[in-house]
């Protein structure tokens, strides 16, 4: 059964510094790999994807790095704010079209 | 742009019940996703839709559990009868494609 390895499961960091979230995939269908954020109460919501034929992706504060030949894929919250609390949940997806999530990372950021 | 709509945010019942919930996913998008959340599993995915038709329901966790797409726009899954270990957030996403999935808020079922 394909999985994908979500580490750490929380994450305590002070505003301003940098969050990082690592994932760890087996056989995939290799073309997209997203993240995801979910807020209490609230459903995931699409934050941030990448192509495997790039190896880095920044939108504002979030990049996603992907090591192919390491089949892993990062995410790093630049400059952590109060408000980037949440849980993270990365995704690859499956050689039969789904997506199988990660664990999640529980993040919270001190103010 | 209303996103994904999910029915009812809330249900409590008692073991043995029918359960029905409730998904209308956004206007256009082919494929619909129902997915259930724990602590002790994350999310796991229960059956897929494309065009309305099931398309892999491997996830289902046993014959109690129901799911159906009468049309583009709505979508219900069914627990029939109730346990307590089906206590969870049932969430509905929609896609265009399989890949950049848009969820609802969810459902969150308890069962006494």
């Known amino acids: 059964q394909q999985q994908v390895k979500q580490s750490p499961q929380s994450l305590i960091v002070q505003k301003g510094g940098i969050s990082i979230i690592n994932c760890a995939y087996e056989?995939?269908?290799?073309?997209?790999f997203p993240w995801y954020q979910q807020f209490p109460g609230k459903g995931p919501a699409l934050l941030i994807a990448i192509r495997p034929d790039v190896s880095e992706k920044k939108e504002g504060r979030f990049t996603i790095s992907f090591n192919k030949s390491a089949k892993q894929f990062s995410l790093h919250i630049m400059d952590s704010q109060p408000g980037d609390s949440a849980t993270y949940f990365c995704a690859a997806p499956s050689n039969t079209g789904k997506l199988i999530f990660g664990q999640g990372t529980t993040l919270q950021v001190k103010p | 742009d209303a996103g994904v709509i999910q029915s009812p945010r809330h249900e409590v019942t008692e073991m043995g019940q029918e359960v029905t919930l409730r998904c209308k996913p956004i206007?256009?998008?082919?494929?619909l996703f129902w997915y259930r959340q724990t602590m002790m599993r994350g999310l796991e995915l229960l059956i897929y839709f494309n065009n309305n038709v099931p398309i892999d329901d491997s996830g289902m966790p046993e014959d109690r559990f129901s799911a159906k797409m009468p049309n583009a726009s709505f979508s219900t899954l069914k627990i029939q009868p109730s346990e307590p270990r089906d206590s969870a957030v049932y969430f509905c996403a929609s896609s265009s494609g399989t890949r950049l999935q848009h969820f609802g808020d969810g459902t969150r079922l308890s069962i006494l």
């Open positions: 056989n995939t269908a290799f073309d997209y």
């Open positions: 206007s256009g998008h082919d494929y």
